[in-house]
């Protein structure tokens, strides 16, 4: 008999949490007093450059700077979706990235007319940014319940960053029950960003995907999935009402509280279709996901 799938086998795209440049060994003390050594994040300033203009400084951990530089710049707006990348240039030694396009960019005006959001590490939404959801039509794709749940369990009890050392934030595309790309980072929007990039770098449709995140339903979480086209955004975490008051307009599915048996749709719940024997669904209840991952 052949071995039951992990997990993992899905994944196009995962986390490494045995990366020597992602993680750092410190000795410390616990409430004990007694000595300990553990891992740590370690997060980078990256500055992304669009053509010849400085466009922005992110604390990242810098593990696919092109993704996130790319991502970035879509989700903002810089980059439009039929632009074409002629190149995309890192420097590790200067922590400098730079996105080449064919189009001429300036975009000296829209820098200086900005509003800073409650994304921790860099977010920001420039001035015509909510304008452009206006035009964006998501499609009815249905999520059923048996996706969720087992969608969640295999994102909840893969190695990640997370597990290693915590002090990160991880983002999931995938597709019905089955992840595709997991990307982690010290800011969630940065995680974001990385899927946006390599979704438009690998050519990826979104009609048909689902989003996850570890954090927070904001407003600017909302904003990015919908220019992303995805019509499902799914977190462990809640809600502010501006996200779920967004959503509501795009008429995008949003899920919180996704834990367990438990979830709370506050958005695009026609999409929904209620498919799976919640008896059968183990209750992770309170419990911590690291823990969650280790009994499992």
Known sequence: MSPKPDSADTYIVRPDPHDPRLTERVTGIDQTGARIETSVTVERPLTIFLNSQEIVTAMTISDYPDYLAIGYLLNQNMLLPDDIVT?????????????????????????KKKVQTSGCA???????????????????????????????????????????????????????????????????HNAVDKIAGWMFKEKVAAHDKIFYTTGRLTSEMVIKTVRMGIPILISRSGFTAWGVELARKANLTLIGRARGQRFVALAGEERIVFDQDLSTVQDEGSKHRRKAAVDD
């Not at 200067?94 to 396009?101: F, G």
């Not at 249905?142 to 983002?171: F, M, Q, V």
């Open 87 to 111: 190149g995309v240039d890192y420097d590790e030694e200067l922590s400098i990235v730079v996105v080449r396009t064919k189009r001429k960019t300036n975009y000296e005006k829209k820098l």
């Open 122 to 188: 860099q977010g920001t939404v420039f001035g015509d940014l909510m304008e452009a959801l206006e035009n964006v039509t998501l499609p009815a794709t249905p999520l059923r319940t048996s996706w969720l749940y087992a969608l969640t369990h295999k994102i909840n009890t893969t190695p990640s960053l997370y597990l290693e050392a915590g002090a990160i934030h991880g983002c999931v595309l995938a597709h019905e029950d089955k992840p595709l790309v997991y990307m982690e980072d010290v800011g969630r």
